[in-house]
């Protein structure tokens, strides 16, 4: 047994006692230096990393855990060797040799030579070698502890049995004390056994579990990767489809308009010829020839005015608008592995609402009023608390809905069943096992289910919420969508009834269902 513990306190690449232990996840363990020069050695060689001991491999470089408990126990050892290798044979005075045994009686220290001897003479109780008595005696009478009180579970001595605050109480020999206490701790041992074995089974499962979400994880880390770098792309393609569009409307103006600029050049040519003609024909002095000159007469002809088009706006936009069309369908068709539940739009049922609830005309908003609304009588309606349920119901597949609620005063936001009561104790959503809630009140949070509840810690205060049912799966989860998306609290059950959301709120609370 000694020998099997010594080999677990070794590591398996120095051989020796393990300095600053670390472990992988694989869950074997080295010397920091040790594991850290095979690792050092497997990137300049190019190799994966691996578990020198298993071969499991690593993409990244390992992370290496400090192995607190495994530090104690090599510690704690080295420590009594190291006590051990100090005690020095009493009676071995001209060189020093390491003790073997030690007497308690006679408080010496005992090489193999000399505690031969002493077994011959006397028969007292030899232990381990150590240098320190004073546990092995009495605080008060400085005597051996021989003697075990039952009644108060302590270690005494011979006077202490005769005198004292022990005097007449049952004792016992130490060593059948020890005796006794061995075979009790031996039967606890066994019963832990089992315990420990399951510990074990469990802790194997959850080291399984914590690898397939980290596979996952990796998997869904390159998945979205992956799907951004397709969005970029079909961007990327879409900008350039308007830009072309663009480009194509430039080119046909620029063309259209170097048109107009060469007729213009050439108008002016002639235009220049004729006015030159013309002024010749001014500095005339023979009339004749300046009346019978017959390109005289054409100098006041119109001039050609073409029309000259601008950047259409509106093809712009309808390029543009396509593009996005386009690249928005792309995108949503590799978004999801799963189909994902498009977001309902939630309705408040006014034959469900308190006559202390006052409801928008859109069945949107409702909020807390001090003041009964009069409303026409519903066996449906929640008389005793200021609950409210949503007219539509959920009794398959995957839902999700957003609200917003109030900073000010207490509120419940949930799903409960159509059969919860509608008055008395029992009616108060998550108060019951017809309900689910997540809970505010004052300024903690809790979720809520059949009178059971647990506290939430949030980082911010709670302004809108996103809550996803799966009803087949048995999930209602809820997350916090307001600086950043976070998951609050799953509940997990067996749905048997058609599910509505539901809401309870106290005094200046409102809550505001989202159209989109």
Known sequence: ?????????????????????????????????????????????????????????????????????????????????????????????????????????????????????HNKTVDHVLVEPTSSFISKKCSIHKKLLEYYCTKDSTCLCASCCLVGTHKGHQVELVEEASKKKKKKLKRVLKKMAPKRGINEKRIQSLQNHKRKVQEKAADEKKRVTALFEDIRRQLEVQEMKVLNEITRQEEQISQSVSDCIQHLETQGGELSRKMARIEKMCNMTDPITVLQDPESDTGDQDMEERSVPGLDDFLIYLAQEKSMNEFIAQIKSHTFKFSFPKKTRLLLDADTASERLEMSADCRIVKETLIKARRQHSRKRFTTYPQVLSSQSFSSGRHYWEVVVSGDGDWDVGVSYPSIEREGDESSIGENNKSWSLCKYKEGYSASHDSQEKSLYLHSPCRRLGIYLDYEAGHLSFFQLDDTISHIHTFTATFTEPLHAAFYLDICAWVKMISR
Do not use: W
Request: proline share 4%; with cysteine.
């Open 1 to 117: 047994m000694a020998s099997a513990s010594l080999e677990e306190l070794i590591c398996s690449i120095c051989l020796s006692l393990y300095t600053e232990p670390v472990t992988l996840t694989c869950g074997h363990s080295f010397c920091r230096n040790c594991i850290e020069t095979v690792l050092g050695t497997q990137k300049a060689s190019g190799k994966v990393y691996s578990c020198p001991e298993c071969r499991k491999e690593y993409p990244k470089r390992i992370v290496l855990r400090k192995y607190r408990k495994l530090s104690n126990i090599v510690n704690n050892f080295t420590a009594i060797q190291k006590e051990k290798a100090e005690v020095r044979c009493t009676f071995c005075v001209d060189a020093p040799v390491p003790a073997v045994k030690t007497c308690q009686h006679c408080e010496t220290s005992m090489c193999d030579k000399h505690l031969t001897a």
